[in-house]
Every structure is written in C-alpha cells, then in structure tokens.
C-alpha cells in the first residue's frame, strides 16, 4: 500500500479548488487532482478510484449529492458548501464530514483526519510545506519557507521570496494569512504580513528581515509585536 493519499476535489469556483488544493499541501502526502467540471471530475474517480474526494454541492451541470450517490463503492467523500441546508443530505449518503465554507485549515484537517481513519491509515509523512497561488492564468506553488514577507496592493498581494522573486496575485492579504501555516507568520501592518522566522530585528516602528528588507510596523499591532517577538 502506498503512502501517498490520492485525493480528487470537483468544485465549479476555482478559488475554492486553489484552497482544498493548498490546505492538501499543508498536511502533505497528498496527490490532489481538481476539476471545475463535475461530469470529467466524475468520470475520473470511477476510472481511478482515488482514497478521498471532495465533493460541493452547488455546482450548475450536475449536484454534489447526485455525484457521491455515483461513486464506486467504498470511496470516502467529503462535502464542501455553502449551504447548510444539505447537511441531513450529505450524512444519509454516509459523508465522511461535511465542510461548511468558507472553512479554516484547521477544520478541513479534522475532516482528513476523519477520512484517514475509515481507510485504516495512520497520520501522513511530514513534508515541505507549501501554499499554491495563481499568478495571471498560472497556479504557482511555493514553499512556505522561501516567504519573506507579502504586501497588499489594493485588490492584489506581492509575495516576496527568500530566493529573490516576486509573485504577484489577485488574492487579497487576509485570503492568504488563511492559507499560513499557524504561527509561523505575524501580521505587523495592515499592508503586511512577515514570515517570524525571516525577521532579524524589531522595534516599535519598523522589522528588519534576514535579507536587509525594512517593513513598517502599523502602531495598532506595535505592541501585540513586541510581546510575541521578545
């Protein structure tokens, strides 16, 4: 039996497939194929039978609920919606959770823990963290360790790297701060966000990163900074 989790999530909204598809990340040991399309996300379960699926409701070609009643026995499925109208629905169908969005990371990880356990399987290999952002027409990866620091820019965010590049996507700051690892970033401005391992010194004015960065600390998290950095 592999280690690896093979996973599938069909969901009409991509932003909501880029979250279950970061939060797989997150956990890691997970193989996750997304589809916008429920009829080809349908057709791919049945021909390869993945561990675990993610599975809206909503969806304008074919209902989440129709999609888990196909499935080939035996595989373990997960609701996502917004409605919460269908919970009686998705538990007669024996879901193994169900996920009201928007959803925190924290809550989706008890849902796979929930999924891990009716497969028999233990916790997953730790792996190298990473969150996935689209850039343009482009869904960019990267690992949560090579993030310096992100900054807001009205509707969009800059996500500036340790190894020198910067990403630039149409997501704002506080969508991001959910996809972060907890505790490993702080917020120090209302336009930014620093990794707290990347920052080398500190005072009620401003940061200074590893790489000479200087970011400016916005006077309402001043002190909340000094307490958690000292």
Do not use: W
Request: net charge neutral.
């Amino acid at each position: 039996m592999t280690d690896t989790i093979h996973c599938v999530a069909i969901d009409d909204e991509p932003l909501a497939l880029a979250i279950i598809e970061n939060f797989c990340r997150r956990i890691g040991g997970i193989e996750i194929k997304t589809f916008s399309n429920p009829l080809e996300g349908l057709e791919f379960i049945r021909n390869n039978k993945p561990h675990i699926a993610f599975l809206d409701i909503e969806m304008e070609s074919l209902n989440g609920l129709e999609i888990a009643r196909r499935l080939p026995e035996k595989t373990c499925f997960i609701f996502t919606t917004a409605y919460l109208h269908y919970t009686l629905d998705g538990y007669d169908l024996d879901a193994v959770d169900y996920l009201h969005k928007p959803f925190a990371f924290s809550r989706f990880q008890a849902a796979f823990g929930k999924a891990l356990r009716r497969l028999g399987r233990e916790r997953l290999p730790a792996t190298e963290q990473s969150i996935v952002v689209k850039q343009e027409y482009n869904n960019i990866s990267i690992p949560v360790d090579d993030i310096l620091y992100i900054e807001a820019m009205e509707a969009y965010s800059k996500i500036f790297r340790l190894s020198g590049t910067c990403i630039v996507t149409r997501m704002l700051l506080k969508n991001i701060a959910n996809l972060l690892p907890e505790g490993q970033f702080i917020r120090i401005h209302r336009s930014f966000i620093a990794a707290r391992q990347k920052i080398k010194s500190f005072n009620k004015q401003a940061v200074t990163l590893v790489n000479g960065q200087v970011i400016p600390v916005g006077r309402q998290y001043a002190a909340d900074i000094i307490s958690a950095l000292s």
